[in-house]
């Protein structure tokens, strides 16, 4: 089974710059969940779809970050424009929902590594 | 606010020890507790624990949560190199949506 694939793997920028990353989840998988991962800190969530609606994105910084996933399968955050705080490991993940409704455990991508300098 | 707290912050034993790893949390409405191993970049899944006193096992890892007192431990017997990780807990809660609030984590460096 394919796992959570994103890209790109590493970006580079300067701040004031924008960025994108993509997502593609696990086949199936209804929920979609875009982490911050900061260098020594755990991951933190940005936003959390299920198919294509937002369910919670209570963290996201609103006024630089944006998301969608439009047809309730690949995902894709942006940036605009970058700050050097925002230098982190942006994490996808999905899950299964289940026949209750509740979603199963979550399997991560491999991120994204984005340094703003 | 919701709050899970991971102890040990980071621990170096040898090949062949047992260590135990540490998760408190308070959050409302709580549905599951999660372990996941971190070694580069990716989380990988370990447990999902919802129901207090039933222990998980997974070859040498195993983990047990106690809802009464607001804690999960992870252990890990006869560690090898390959165990040398970020160790993360995360708690998840129930309701309209499954907010997931994850720990500090906890490296661990298994020397041989």
């Known amino acids: 089974e394919a796992g959570v694939a994103q890209s790109p793997r590493y970006k580079i920028i300067e701040k004031r710059q924008s960025v994108a990353f993509w997502c593609n989840p696990i086949s199936g998988h209804a929920t979609l969940y875009w982490y911050q991962q900061i260098l020594g800190q755990g991951p933190k969530l940005l936003i959390q779809f299920q198919n294509n609606g937002v369910v919670d994105d209570s963290q996201l910084p609103k006024d630089r970050f944006s998301a969608e996933r439009l047809k309730g399968v690949d995902s894709t955050l942006k940036i605009q424009p970058a700050k050097l705080e925002d230098s982190a490991v942006y994490l996808c993940?999905?899950?299964?929902?289940?026949?209750?409704?509740?979603?199963?455990?979550?399997?991560f991508g491999q991120g994204t590594r984005l340094t703003v300098v | 606010e919701d709050k899970v707290v991971q102890s040990p912050l980071s621990l170096v034993v040898h090949e062949g020890d047992t260590v135990t790893l540490n998760c408190s949390y308070e959050v409302t409405n709580f549905r599951s507790l999660l372990w996941y191993k971190q070694e580069k970049k990716a989380p990988t899944f370990l447990f999902m624990l919802?129901?207090?006193?039933i222990e998980k096992k997974s070859g040498r890892l195993s983990s047990i949560l106690d809802k009464k007192e607001l804690f999960s431990i992870l252990n890990i017997t006869a560690t090898q190199t390959g165990d040398s990780a970020v160790y993360l807990c995360a708690v998840e809660k129930a309701g309209g949506y499954q907010k997931v609030t994850f720990g500090i984590g906890t490296k661990l460096q298994v020397i041989p």
């Open positions: 993940a999905s899950s299964l929902t289940d026949l209750q409704g509740t979603n199963t455990e979550a399997f």
């Open positions: 919802t129901s207090s006193g």
